[in-house]
């Protein structure tokens, strides 16, 4: 068999936190030649852990889990990794999934539908997704609602940063500098990204390259003419564009 | 606006049912020797008309004092102003047709002939409006009738969305499917157990389609029911999931509507037990004391969780469903505390006659 002699050994992590869906996934991905099994995972932290460590190329990660839901660990995962989803129901994901080609098996599982999902993912390996992974998220939430907290890692810490003590936020180069508590956490990712899972009736794009939580503006402040600044509650200074102030304007009636 | 004046397709009945009225005024004014019989009709149509107009202004005041809650002296004397006013306008239009009717040929006086017939014409005008307050209450009662069994039947629809909602949530697709990727993943490697999760599966899909129909069941099989759901799921979570029962042997016979604690127990595992790595213990309380049946349903979850959209959708069907049956008298609070949830249900308690 020179064809299965040719194809590259792919290490595999399975992340579910129900254990009989775990055995089975692992059960039909032993079938499936060029699979190493790297491990399982029960939770968003563990997988999150276990990836950096164990270096999967390709995981099969469930939606709903205990600590991290699969979408904010595809948030904290190299984008090199190709994530493949797994739900039992849940319409609103499938929906996002099917719109940004993202892979996903549903359960029951299926032994061939496995395998091809490997096959696919097999393809695009070392590709990076196509899709930002907080625009995918965004997309499987029910409209009107909105990102309760933000996930960051920092080196092999994962940080919860709900909303509502998110203060500000800051375009940085290819990062946003999330601003909660008197701490600054760095992720890679775009500030519009950003704003556009938060609840815009909250966050304000005041500027090109600053959003700010209302919740925290204490007053505004015009420092010459046209230019203007948000004083936030720590006393923090956040610059103030033309447009942001009419977008506050709006928004405070 | 008034309902006869509201709408197109009234007015002329009502004017055809008006003209009767022109004939007995017409009676009363012709008297031999003072007005003919053609000078009262003349006299009478065109003031009947006018007054079957003026007549609908009882409406008014009719709305304003309906007849119980209002104070009798009151709604008397309110009524008597209206009445000797309008009547009145009513005898001076008369005069008025009297004097255009004056400028004909032979008639120069029938304003002066009018004149005499003025207070039993007075009197009938009084009477004609205690007649159209007396309609007019009547009009009243009839439309407050149909406005209750209107907001009855909205009620009934109500309830009935809040049951249909309960059956499309009995049974969620997300355990269902779940159910059934557990069976497969212990067909080969458990295959005993496999067989054990089919049955017991089984058995609760029997058990919520046959509660789902009943308006009340008892808190017994309610119960047994929840065991049905829990112990599929202890297949699924393992060691994660533990329960705990405190049950009072008083509660078991009370009734309840079906599906109350199931879908609060469903939630106390998705959004609660699944939320925690290392699980927890799912707790039950059910006692019955001074007429009252108490429901507790405790879970601890992971601080960190998100709440669910909307609180969960199975809270809101069952405090709309106790509302819908017990009114005030029914107690639902459900409170986040910061590592575990807390379910009370209090109501009146209903025992099988």
Redo the contacts between chains.
């Keep these: 068999m020179t064809v299965a002699g040719r194809v590259r050994d792919v290490g595999v992590l399975i992340v579910d936190?129900?254990?009989?869906?775990r055995?089975?996934l692992r059960?039909y991905l032993e079938k499936v030649p060029g699979v190493r099994i790297l491990g399982e995972c029960?939770?968003g932290?563990e997988a999150v852990r276990a990836s950096g460590e164990l270096k999967p190329e390709i995981v099969f990660l469930d939606i709903?889990m205990?600590?991290l839901n699969g979408f904010e660990v595809l948030e904290l995962l190299e984008p090199s990794i190709a994530a493949i989803f797994v739900t039992?129901?849940?319409a609103y994901a499938v929906k996002a999934f099917e719109v940004y080609a993202v892979d996903y098996v549903?359960?029951?599982?299926q032994a061939a539908r496995i395998a091809a999902a490997v096959e696919r993912a097999r393809e695009r390996l070392g590709r990076k997704t196509a899709v930002e992974p907080a625009v995918l998220a965004a997309a499987a939430r029910?409209r009107g609602?909105w990102l309760?907290?933000i996930v960051v890692r920092d080196g092999g810490e994962v940080h919860?940063i709900p909303v509502r003590r998110l203060a500000a936020a800051e375009a940085q180069d290819d990062y946003v500098a999330l601003k909660s508590e008197g701490r600054t956490y760095l992720k890679p990712q775009t500030l519009t990204s950003l704003a556009g899972v938060l609840d815009p009736r909250r966050f304000v794009r005041v500027h090109r390259s600053h959003l700010v939580n209302l919740d925290f503006v204490r007053r505004l402040e015009t420092i010459a003419k046209g230019s203007t600044v948000a004083i936030l509650a720590d006393g923090s200074r956040v610059p103030v564009s033309r447009e942001g102030h009419a977008r506050l304007n709006a928004l405070l009636g | 606006m008034h309902p006869i004046l509201a709408r197109r397709g009234r007015l002329l009945p009502y004017l055809a049912a008006c003209a009767p009225f022109g004939a007995i005024v017409t009676g009363l004014l012709a008297r031999p020797g003072l007005l003919s019989l053609g000078e009262a009709a003349a006299l009478a149509f065109p003031m009947t008309f006018a007054y079957a107009f003026m007549g609908l202004s009882a409406w008014y005041p009719c709305r304003r004092l309906p007849l119980s809650g209002s104070r009798l002296p009151q709604l008397v004397a309110t009524h008597a102003a209206a009445a000797l006013l309008t009547s009145s306008i009513w005898v001076l239009l008369g005069a008025g047709i009297a004097r255009l009717f004056a400028s004909l040929p032979g008639e120069q006086t029938l304003p002066s002939r009018y004149a005499v017939e003025v207070r039993p014409l007075f009197a009938a005008g009084v009477l004609l409006y205690a007649l159209s307050v007396a309609l007019h209450y009547v009009l009243l009662a009839f439309e407050a009738a149909r406005e209750a069994e209107r907001r009855e039947a909205e009620l009934e629809i109500l309830a009935r969305e809040a049951e249909l909602a309960t059956l499309k949530a009995q049974i969620?697709?997300?355990f269902?499917?779940?159910s059934?990727?557990?069976?497969?993943?212990?067909a080969?490697?458990e295959p005993s157990r496999a067989r054990e999760m089919c049955v017991l599966l089984a058995d609760f899909l029997r058990k919520s389609l046959s509660v789902g129909e009943k308006k009340s069941i008892s808190v017994a099989e309610e119960l047994a029911l929840s065991r049905a759901y829990l112990a599929v799921e202890e297949?699924?979570?393992?060691s994660r999931l533990e329960v705990e029962e405190d049950l009072d042997a008083r509660g078991d016979a009370c009734l309840v509507p079906p599906l109350l604690l199931q879908p609060l127990v469903e939630n106390a595992i998705?959004h609660g037990i699944?939320?925690?790595?290392e699980g927890g213990t799912v707790r039950l309380n059910v006692a019955c004391a001074a007429g009252r049946l108490r429901i507790l349903i405790e879970n601890p979850l992971?601080p960190?969780?998100?709440?669910p959209?909307g609180g969960g959708v199975g809270l809101s069907n069952v405090r709309q469903r106790l509302t819908a049956r017990y009114g005030h008298d029914a107690l639902f609070a459900a409170k986040r505390l910061s590592d575990h949830f807390l379910v009370v249900i209090s109501v009146p308690a209903e025992l099988p006659a």
């Design positions: 936190d129900e254990a009989p869906a055995t089975i059960e029960g939770n932290f709903e205990p600590k039992a129901y849940d549903l359960k029951p599982f029910p609602t309760e907290r919860l | 969620r697709p997300h269902l499917f779940n059934l990727n557990s069976i497969s993943a212990l080969s490697s297949l699924r979570f393992g998705r699944a939320t925690r790595v992971d960190d969780s998100p709440s959209p």
